[in-house]
Structure formats: C-alpha cells, structure tokens
T-cell receptor, first 113, second 116 residues
C-alpha cells in the first residue's frame, strides 16, 4: 500500500514534443506529491510538487495533473528539450510528522534532437 | 544556493568492514534523512532523524545501521559490518521542517558505496 507505481520505465521523445509520465498510488494518506529530476551522478532534485486540493499545477514547461478519485497523477513536459534528458521520479509523502518520501521506480527520459 | 554536502563521493570497502558516510545538511534545516538507491532501482527511504533521535526507519535499516549527529553540522550513517548487498548510492537529505510547505527535502549528490 506504500508503493507508488510509475510508467513508463523509459521514454524517448523528439525535441519539441511532449513527455508524459504517469504515476499511481494506493495509500490515501498521501497528500503531497513531488516530482524529482535526477541527472547521472547527482542526487534527486525537486522539480515540481502538488497537493491533492488542486487538479493541476504548472511551472514553466512542467505541469502536474492530479486525479484524486483515481489516485493517479502525471507529469507533462511541454516542448521537451535535450537538457531535460534525465531520470524522473514521482513520489508521495504525508504532510505530518517527519515524513519520508516514497519514490516511484523512475522514468529515464531521453530527448533527441 | 545552500546545498547538502556528502563525503566521500565514492567509498570502496571490503565485506565485513565498517563504513561511515558523512553529510552536512543545509544549515537551518532540522530534519535529516538517509535514502539509498541500488543501481538502476528506485530511491528507498532508510531513516529520518529529528531532535537527536530517529523518528522513523524502514525495514532496511536494521541493527547494522546507525545514524548520528555528532556536532551541529554533520549527520552520519554508519554501517557496522558491510555486506555485498549494501553496495548502493546513499543519499542524505534535509528539510527545514517535517511537514507542510517546508517539508521539501533537499538531496545531496550521494556517496557511492562499493562493497567488495
């Protein structure tokens, strides 16, 4: 029940295209959903996050869509660029206590010119 | 920009040896975490630490693991007797608060532990 399922495992997108990564969770206690971006040899870096009281959050080219009833959320990267090539992790945590972040399995995105 | 610093970047050890991984969290942060990532797999939570004590730990964090904040700036993870399966990237993270808007966890670049 603590898992966050993520798909696809890998994704190849042409420059300028839209990258879409999907995640699903089961634990209804989760109420904070961050996305992390990880470049090779680096730690995960927070990219964008959403709380379940909104259905969409947009920051620049990055948009999170959230469907609370379906317990699903997704990351859309508009106008994908080669510099976006990285591994993306969706994650979830709860808003109280000293809360661990539960990560999805990761999506390796490659944006080709 | 403040960052979480981890040392060393790569640690090679023999099976059965003790290792200490070191982290310097962001200075005004009060909550500290260790995660690990086995090559090609997802990032897994190990332990969280607040007010000089463990607040939560995963099933991975058994008696071979311990954490300590020996002074006002360092946060360490000790593995007493390393096993081959401990080989992984270990990430330290810190957050300003444990919950709410300031529970954004900032990750260090990691220490790659190789157990031979």
């Amino acid at each position: 029940q603590q898992q966050v399922k993520q798909s696809p495992q890998s994704l190849i997108v042409q420059k300028g295209g839209i990258s879409i990564i999907n995640c699903a969770y089961e634990n209804t206690a989760f109420d904070y959903f961050p996305w992390y971006q990880q470049f090779p040899g680096k730690g995960p870096a927070l990219l964008i996050a959403i709380r379940p009281d909104v259905s969409e959050k947009k920051e620049g080219r990055f948009t999170i869509s959230f469907n609370k009833s379906a317990k699903q959320f997704s990351l859309h990267i508009m106008d994908s660029q080669p510099g976006d090539s990285a591994t993306y992790f969706c994650a979830a945590s709860t808003a109280w206590g000293y809360q661990k972040v539960t990560f999805g399995t990761g999506t390796k995105l490659q944006v080709i010119p | 920009e403040p960052e979480v610093t981890q040392t060393p970047s790569h640690q090679v050890t023999q099976m059965g040896q003790e290792v200490i991984l070191r982290c310097v969290p962001i200075s005004n942060h009060l909550y500290f975490y260790w995660y690990r990532q086995i090559l090609g797999q997802k990032v897994e939570f190990l332990v969280s630490f607040y007010n000089n004590e463990i607040s939560e730990k995963s099933e991975i964090f058994d008696d071979q693991f311990s954490v300590e904040r020996p002074d006002g700036s360092n946060f360490t993870l000790k593995i007493r007797s390393t096993k081959l399966e401990d080989s992984a990237m270990y990430f330290c993270a810190s957050s300003e608060e444990g919950a709410g808007a300031k529970n954004i966890q900032y990750f260090g670049a990691g220490t790659r532990l190789s157990v031979l």
